[in-house]
C-alpha cells in the first residue's frame, strides 16, 4: 500500500539573530493511514519545526515529501493552504476556542473557512457527529468558559477532525491538561486512528508515546 507520507531526507536550517542552526539533518519519515506515531525529543530539538513541515506551514530545505504519490515538496503557498485545511487536521497545547462561541459554533467555523458555506443543517449535523466522536455532544451549546480544560481540548479535537482530514498533526495536546485529563485526551486522538487517520502527535511525555504505534526520538535532526 502506498504510504500516506512519505518524507525522505528532510532538512531545515533555522537563521534566527544567532548563527544559522541546523535543526533537522535528514528526517526519514514514513506513515500509513491509521498509523499513529509519537515524536519525542528534548525541548528544542526541533520537534515543531517537523510537525511545521508535515502540516504545509514550512517548506524544508532539501529532501523530499510525498502525500501519496503526490510531490507536496514545494508547494506555493496557495496551493499548500487548500491541502492543509482539505487533509491536515490540527491540535495544540492551547485550544484557541473562541469564547463567545458555543462548542458547536467554535467547531462549525473550521467548516466555514475552509468548505465554503455548507446548507445549514448538513453543518450541523457534521458537527454534531465529529462532538460525538469525541464524546461531548452533549456539550454542544455549550461556551468555552463553562467547560473544563479537557472538555475544551475535545470540542478543538472535534473542530480538527469537522473536515474530516486524512492526517491529524498534535503538538503537545495535553501539554496544559492534568495526567488524567491528558490521558483522556490522548485515548480520544489515537481513536481517530480506528476510522483510518494517521495521527502524528509531539508529546514530553513517555506514557502518551507508549499508546502510539510507533515512537520516535529526534536527536541531533535525525528520528531514530
Ligand atoms: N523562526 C526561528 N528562527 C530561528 N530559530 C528558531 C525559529 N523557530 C525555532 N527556532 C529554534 O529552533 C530550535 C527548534 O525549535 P522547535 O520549536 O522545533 O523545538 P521543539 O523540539 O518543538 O521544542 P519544545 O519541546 O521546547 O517545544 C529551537 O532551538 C528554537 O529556538
Known amino acids: 500500500m502506498t504510504p500516506l507520507l512519505t518524507l525522505t531526507g528532510i532538512t531545515k536550517t533555522l537563521k534566527g539573530q544567532e548563527e544559522p542552526r541546523t535543526i533537522l539533518a535528514g528526517v526519514d519519515l514514513t506513515v500509513h493511514s491509521g498509523d499513529s506515531v509519537a515524536i519525542l525529543g528534548r525541548s528544542g530539538s526541533g520537534k515543531s519545526t517537523l510537525l511545521s513541515l508535515i502540516g504545509l506551514f514550512d517548506r524544508p530545505d532539501d529532501g523530499r515529501y510525498l502525500l501519496g504519490d503526490q510531490d507536496i515538496t514545494r508547494l506555493p503557498e496557495r496551493r499548500a493552504a487548500a491541502l492543509r485545511s482539505a487533509e491536515f487536521g490540527f491540535v495544540f497545547q492551547r485550544f484557541f476556542l473562541l469564547k463567545h462561541?458555543?462548542?458547536?459554533?467554535?467547531?462549525?467555523?473550521?467548516?466555514?473557512?475552509?468548505?465554503?458555506?455548507?446548507?445549514?443543517?448538513?453543518?450541523?449535523?457534521?458537527?454534531?457527529?465529529?462532538?460525538?466522536?469525541?464524546?461531548?455532544?452533549?456539550?454542544?451549546?455549550?461556551?468555552?468558559?463553562?467547560?473544563?480544560?479537557?472538555?475544551?481540548?475535545?470540542?478543538?479535537?472535534?473542530?480538527?477532525?469537522?473536515?474530516?482530514?486524512?492526517?491529524?498533526?498534535?503538538?503537545?495536546?495535553?501539554?496544559?491538561?492534568?495526567?488524567?485529563?491528558?490521558?483522556?485526551?490522548?485515548?480520544?486522538?489515537?481513536?481517530?486512528?480506528?476510522?483510518?487517520?494517521?495521527?502524528?502527535?509531539?508529546?514530553?511525555?513517555?506514557?502518551?508515546?507508549?499508546?502510539?504505534?510507533?515512537?520516535?526520538?529526534?536527536?541531533?535532526?535525525?528520528?531514530?
Open 101 to 224: 462561541l458555543t462548542a458547536a459554533q467554535n467547531v462549525a467555523m473550521a467548516l466555514v473557512n475552509g468548505q465554503g458555506w455548507l446548507p445549514r443543517r448538513k453543518r450541523k449535523a457534521k458537527v454534531l457527529a465529529a462532538l460525538d466522536r469525541v464524546g461531548i455532544a452533549h456539550l454542544a451549546e455549550h461556551k468555552p468558559p463553562r467547560l473544563s480544560g479537557g472538555e475544551q481540548q475535545r470540542v478543538a479535537i472535534a473542530r480538527a477532525l469537522v473536515r474530516e482530514p486524512r492526517v491529524i498533526l498534535a503538538d503537545e495536546p495535553t501539554g496544559a491538561l492534568d495526567t488524567d485529563t491528558g490521558n483522556l485526551v490522548v485515548e480520544v486522538l489515537r481513536q481517530t486512528t480506528d476510522q483510518g487517520c494517521a495521527f502524528v502527535l509531539v508529546t514530553h511525555d513517555r506514557d502518551h508515546a507508549a499508546k502510539m504505534g510507533r515512537t520516535f526520538h529526534l536527536t541531533e535532526g535525525v528520528l531514530a
